[in-house]
């Protein structure tokens, strides 16, 4: 129990209040019954009185229960947004702003999935108590915390008023961030083949690409149309800034694992995804985030800003395994193909993403695999690396792709 005191922040509003008995209360009223019923049955004044006695002590439970006692609760939740994993903690703050009486109060708060806790205590007139706890943190999403539970109890235990106090918020978890150097120098758009470059306005150069469905047509360009028979778009970003294109496999198949948890490997997939993706856009690159099942589809454009643009773990903060569809993963954009990674599980089908990977200049494909045989190999002009956790995978993408290391 602490000192007289209050919160920082104003309390929360109490709603929904319900007077019931507790566990016994429903043992002494059914002592009461048999005692009166035995009374009447045998005669026993004796009996008639125990049991009109314990009948009062319900009664004056009931009513102590209901009475006016003030309870209020206040929570200071911090930070309100954090990186999975990190930490999260919270202060439940209860106050008896009562004048009169003092009260029994336990209660429990809902943490996401789980529930706090808070243990019985007699809080005087004006007296306070807190409790800390640690938000979980291993989920990304938005986690829903409140509002508070609390039971204030009569006299003797036998009744309680439950109410709901504190309110309700969220604390939003997003994807890890681990540093790294997210585009090697052979991804530059600059060093694509001579076929892709025209000389625009003395030494401009300009990369084209095939026309897609809902581009500009105006940013068509008409010699090199009329020279391939092949509808070409320009494309007037920096040539020296490569595009980055980031797909998640989202499919719950391609994580299982013996041993292992689906939803665990996922959050390490997630994580590669995430520092890549922020890397790139904290270079100035843009970057494209997709999923394989189509949930997710982002494009952020570069800019020398030095911040990963927050659109992108925003997103991932929401992307979750998909339902089982049967459906053939969604294959991935035809543009923006001068780095494609692409992020799975053990259990992906690699081949459909080393042959999705080979139309970039340059092509990775990441597998989070519990048990990897191979951390490192090749299948064609595509890497393939594989390692149990995201931090080896970034390390090993450094090591082999951005420093073309291997071994």
């Known amino acids: 129990m602490k000192s007289p005191g209050r919160p920082s922040q104003p309390p929360g509003r109490r709603v929904n209040p319900r007077l019931r008995l507790t566990g ?12 009166v019923g035995l009374a009447v049955a045998w005669r026993y004044p004796g009996l008639a009185a125990a049991g009109a006695g314990l009948l009062a002590l319900l009664a004056v439970s009931l009513g102590t229960a209901a009475g006016r006692h003030r309870l209020t609760a206040d929570r200071v939740l911090a930070p309100a947004q954090v990186p999975r994993l990190g930490d999260c903690s919270a202060t439940l ?12 109060v336990d209660g429990s708060e809902p943490v996401g999935p789980d529930t706090l ?53 969220t604390v939003r978890v997003l994807p890890r961030v681990m540093p790294v150097r997210a585009v090697p120098p052979a991804a530059r758009r600059g060093q694509v083949t001579g076929d892709e470059r025209v000389a625009q306005g003395g030494t401009d150069l300009v990369s084209l690409r095939e026309y897609l469905p809902g581009d500009d047509l105006r940013r068509l360009h008409w010699a ?12 007037d970003a920096d040539p020296s800034q490569a595009h980055v294109t980031v797909v998640l496999d989202d499919r ?26 922020a890397g790139a856009s904290a270079a100035g690159h843009p970057v494209r985030l997709r999923s394989l099942g189509g949930e997710l589809d982002l494009a952020v454009a570069g800019g020398l800003t030095g911040h990963p643009d927050p659109a992108l773990l925003a997103a991932l903060a929401e992307v979750t395994l998909r339902a089982e569809t049967g459906n053939s993963a969604a294959p991935p954009p035809a ?12 259990a992906t089908d690699l081949a459909g993403l080393v042959l999705a990977a080979s139309q970039a200049v340059v092509g990775v494909v990441l597998a989070v695999d519990p048990a990897p045989v191979e951390p490192v190999r090749t299948s064609g002009s595509v890497l393939v690396l594989s390692a149990p956790r995201a931090e080896p995978l970034l390390r090993g993408w450094e090591r082999t792709v951005v420093e073309g290391r291997v071994g």
């Open 252 to 277: 719950p198949a391609s994580y299982r694992f013996p041993g292992a948890d689906p939803a665990g490997l996922f959050e390490e997939a997630v994580d590669a995804a995430a520092s890549l993706a």
């Open 93 to 104: 703050v209860v106050i008896n702003t009562g004048r009169r009486l003092p009260v029994l």
């Open 117 to 169: 806790p808070l243990p019985a205590t007699w809080l005087r007139p004006g007296r306070w108590t807190e409790v800390g706890y640690r938000v979980p943190t291993e989920r990304r999403g938005t986690l829903p915390v409140g509002p508070l539970r609390l039971r204030r109890y009569g006299v003797a235990g036998l009744a309680a008023r439950t109410e709901f106090a504190g309110g309700e918020t």
């Open 24 to 35: 016994r209360g429903w043992a002494v009223a059914g002592l009461a019954a048999v005692a």
């Open 224 to 235: 090199t149309t009329a020279r391939t028979g092949t509808l070409m778009v320009r494309e």
């Open 335 to 346: 543009r923006d193909l001068d780095l494609l990674v692409l992020v799975g599980g053990a």
